[in-house]
C-alpha cells in the first residue's frame, strides 16, 4: 500500500509540472528606478496630480508635495490622531483636479481612546488645503470601536472607471 501513494503522488507531480514554463522567453525592458523623496516618515498614500507633481501622506499627520525635486510641506491639513496604524491615510485627486483643483483624503479621527477614519476633501491651491470639509466620519456605529478592540484603521480609494 506505502507504494500505491508514493506512485500516486509521483504521478501527481509530474501532472502539475508546467512544462510550458522553461520555454518563455523574457521580455527585456528599459527600466529606471530614481529616487525621488529620502527621508520619509511612514508614507502612506500617494497621487499623481495632473501637472506631474504627488502628494504624498505620511501617517504621522503631513501630507508633502513633491514637484520638480522639491518637497514642501502642505498648509492647512486639519488635526488628525495618528496612534497604532492610523493618522494620515490615502489620497486621490478628483477626475477633474485640472479644473477644480480637489482632493480627497483619509484620515484618522478622535482620541487615544476611541478614534474612527474620516474622509475629507479640500480643494489644493498654492501649496495650501482650502476649504476643509469632512464629508464622512465612522462613528457611533459598528465601525466606531475603542483603539484596543480594532487598532487597525486602514482604507483605500480609487475613482470608479465611469465618470463620477
Not at 81 to 107: C, E, R, W
Not at 121 to 133: G, I, P, R, T, Y
Amino acid at each position: 500500500m506505502k507504494h500505491f501513494w508514493f506512485i500516486l503522488f509521483l504521478l501527481f507531480i509530474v501532472a502539475c509540472d508546467n512544462k510550458d514554463a522553461d520555454d518563455k522567453t523574457p521580455v527585456e525592458q528599459d527600466v529606471v528606478l530614481e529616487t525621488l523623496v529620502t527621508d520619509l516618515t511612514n508614507p502612506w498614500g500617494l497621487v499623481f496630480l495632473t501637472d506631474g507633481s504627488l502628494l504624498i501622506t505620511e501617517r504621522p499627520g503631513q501630507i508633502l508635495h513633491y514637484d520638480n525635486g522639491t518637497v514642501k510641506i502642505v498648509g492647512g491639513v486639519p488635526d488628525i490622531i495618528s496612534i497604532g496604524q492610523g493618522g494620515m491615510l490615502d489620497i486621490v485627486a478628483h477626475p477633474n483636479f485640472a479644473d477644480n483643483k480637489l482632493i480627497y483624503f483619509t484620515a484618522s479621527v478622535g482620541s487615544a481612546s476611541a478614534f474612527s477614519t474620516a474622509l475629507f476633501k479640500a480643494k489644493f491651491e498654492s501649496n495650501q488645503l482650502k476649504d476643509v470639509k469632512k464629508l464622512n466620519e465612522a462613528k457611533k456605529n459598528k465601525f466606531y470601536m475603542p483603539a484596543e478592540w480594532y487598532p487597525h484603521k486602514c482604507c483605500w480609494m480609487q475613482w470608479p472607471y465611469e465618470n463620477p
